[in-house]
């Protein structure tokens, strides 16, 4: 696609509940990126992809954070047992690998309630 | 790790005049500096990036400088417009490796231009 797609763009959830966040990433970029911003705070990363792997997920605040990227394109972001503290905006990002920088989708508003 | 300082937190400038944003970071094997525009309700903008091989970089009304030395890199926006209005972020590599590794971000300048 033309750029970075998040679905969905809001998410109100209870607490205790399961969230899956779903990034499409632009067509043909190797690498996709997951952030998650506070307010009034910069992004801060979670975890990145390389193709369909995993290249680092020190990012990743507990082991109730997860994400996938099976095919190396989508890859969804999920997060078991939510907490009000996971309210945040989760970014997606996506770059080729040739140096040009991330491209960031629109963002999931999540809040948990 | 990389840390990544970013100041002032708040500019309010008037249209037409230039608004000068700066950055330091800790590591000094990092070589590649992106800076990102984001405004309401959207995801961070790329809008101009430098590389360590190089001290300064223009694009039309934006440049950004970089003091390797110092370990501090700095936005510059010349005659402002009311559209340039928004949060305004710089980063680092987390660890050397350029570009493709993750990012470490500053907390962001909220710059205000009043026409």
Same mark, same amino acid.
């Given at each position: 696609g033309a750029g970075v797609s998040q679905t969905p763009s809001n998410k109100v959830t209870e607490k205790g509940k399961y969230v899956e966040l779903r990034c499409d990433p632009i067509s043909g970029h190797t690498a996709l990126y997951w952030y998650r911003q506070s307010l009034g705070q910069g992004p801060e990363f979670l975890i990145y992809f390389q193709g369909t792997g $995993? $290249? %680092? %997920?020190? @990012?990743?605040?507990? %082991?109730r954070f997860f994400a996938v990227r099976p095919e190396g394109s989508v890859s969804t972001l999920k997060i078991q047992r939510t907490e009000r503290g996971d309210s945040a905006v989760y970014l997606c990002a996506s770059s080729s @690998?040739? @140096?040009d920088g991330y491209t960031f989708g629109s963002g999931t508003r999540l809040t948990v309630v | 790790g990389e840390n990544v300082e970013q100041h002032p937190s708040t500019l309010s400038v008037q249209e037409g005049d230039s608004a000068v944003i700066k950055c330091t970071y800790s590591d000094s094997a990092s070589n590649y500096f992106p800076w990102y525009k984001q405004e309401l309700g959207k995801g961070p903008q790329l809008i101009i990036d430098i590389r360590s091989n190089v001290g300064e970089k223009k694009d039309q009304r934006i440049a950004v400088t970089l003091n390797k030395t110092a370990k501090h890199f700095s936005l510059h926006i010349t005659e402002t417009q009311p559209e340039d209005s928004a949060v305004y972020f710089c980063a680092a590599p987390s660890r050397s490796g350029g570009s493709q590794g993750n990012l470490i971000f500053g907390k962001g300048t909220k710059l205000s231009v009043k026409p």
């Open positions: $995993a $290249a %680092d %997920d020190s @990012g990743l605040p507990n %082991d @690998g040739q @140096g | -």
